[in-house]
């Protein structure tokens, strides 16, 4: 039995873990889960929206599936996310976008990765005042260390998966420094893999480019803020963020989430559409080397979204809500 730390988070997080773990149970993964408390739920409990159990927990089973934390807009506390990816060094935010079966969406065969840099860039949150009221100030970090092994793990996953290209995004031309840093390593990075065809784009052109033609992407590679963007692109292009995954990876540790928050709007209602966190706990699976389980939740995942779209939630066009999505992937996994 692995162990894994599963934070089942806020809004619609309960009812999705609650989907996703019984999919995961029924197909046979062992895992055993150590759950935890964090994001609002856990503030208010103990005023403290990481408690310490928590992180004592990641810090020694190194392995976490979360559903989504609520995080006040302006003010309150931090992020929970951006803290859990900064304290455990979790510097590839990997999210794959593939067209699905039966989902509506004007885009076909679309299958496209984005890796994010996932610690620097302008999501570190180093503002302040220069005039109180009048003038703010944001920095953005960006590091060549960073830069490279972010780059690296994009072609190395190119290569491994044979991916055949990797776009790297940028806005050189305006934050020369910054982006430029960024894509001066990727172009050094690139002669490395000669096998891997390589481009750079302009951030603005290729959000452009990724609705007029996405089938022409494969990897795509950026800094912080513009992959947090683009990945979202990326999901609208496949049916949304309710059926797309994500991997938070570093060397030591690796947490699994879904892209969507915590949709407070259809919260308990049994309404969530569980496909996203399902897809976060295959990448999941990937990561813990389970590749067969993984496959077999994928067929019947599939056969559900191609023979049973009825079933589904009403977020991608289906009759149903979380528990007969959830009872109808369990019942194909049995033949
Ligand atoms: P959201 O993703 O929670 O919701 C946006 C829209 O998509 C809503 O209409 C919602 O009902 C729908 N939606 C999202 N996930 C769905 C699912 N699985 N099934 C069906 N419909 C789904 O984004 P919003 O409203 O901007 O944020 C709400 C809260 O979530 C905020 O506190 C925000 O900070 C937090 N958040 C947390 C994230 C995380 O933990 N990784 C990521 C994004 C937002
Ligand atoms: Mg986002």
Request: include cysteine; charged fraction near 20%.
């Amino acid at each position: 039995m692995k162990k894994v730390v599963l934070i089942a988070g806020d809004g619609i997080g309960p009812e999705i873990t609650r989907s996703v773990t019984k999919i995961l149970k029924t197909a046979g993964a062992e895992i055993d889960w150590v759950e935890c408390l964090a994001g609002e739920g856990a503030y208010k409990e103990s005023g403290n929206p990481i408690p310490q159990d928590t992180l004592d927990a990641i810090e020694e089973h190194r392995i976490v599936l979360k559903g989504p934390l609520t995080t006040p807009v302006g003010s309150g506390f931090r992020s929970v996310n951006v803290s859990l990816r900064q304290e455990f060094d979790l510097y590839s935010n990997i999210r794959p976008a593939k067209s699905l079966p039966n989902i509506d969406s004007p885009f076909n065969n679309v299958d496209m990765i984005t890796f994010r840099e996932n610690t620097q860039g302008l999501y570190i949150g180093k503002e302040h005042w220069a005039d109180e009221g009048e003038h703010a100030e944001s920095i953005a970090v960006v590091t060549r260390t960073a830069s490279n092994r972010i780059i690296r793990a994009a072609f190395d996953y190119a290569q491994k998966h044979n991916r055949n290209k990797v776009t790297l995004v940028h806005k050189a031309n305006i934050l020369k420094l910054t982006t430029g840093l960024f894509l001066e390593v990727g172009k050094n990075v690139s002669k490395e893999y000669p096998d891997i065809e390589f481009q750079d784009l302009i951030v603005d052109n290729m959000a452009m480019q990724m609705v007029l033609n996405p089938q022409q992407f494969d990897i795509i590679v950026t800094t912080n803020l513009f992959g947090d963007i683009l990945s979202d692109l990326a999901s609208g292009l496949v049916g949304g963020l309710g059926v797309t995954g994500a991997a938070n990876i570093g060397d030591n540790a690796a947490m699994f989430e879904a892209v969507h928050g915590s949709a407070p709007d259809i919260a308990g209602k049994n309404l969530a559409n569980p496909i996203a966190l399902l897809f976060s706990s295959l990448m999941l699976l990937d990561y813990l080397g389970e590749t067969g389980i993984r496959n077999r939740i994928t067929a019947a995942l599939y056969r559900v979204l191609q023979d049973q779209k009825y079933v589904c939630t009403p977020d991608i066009g289906g009759k149903g809500n979380t528990e007969t999505f959830t009872e109808a992937v369990c019942a194909a996994l049995q033949y």
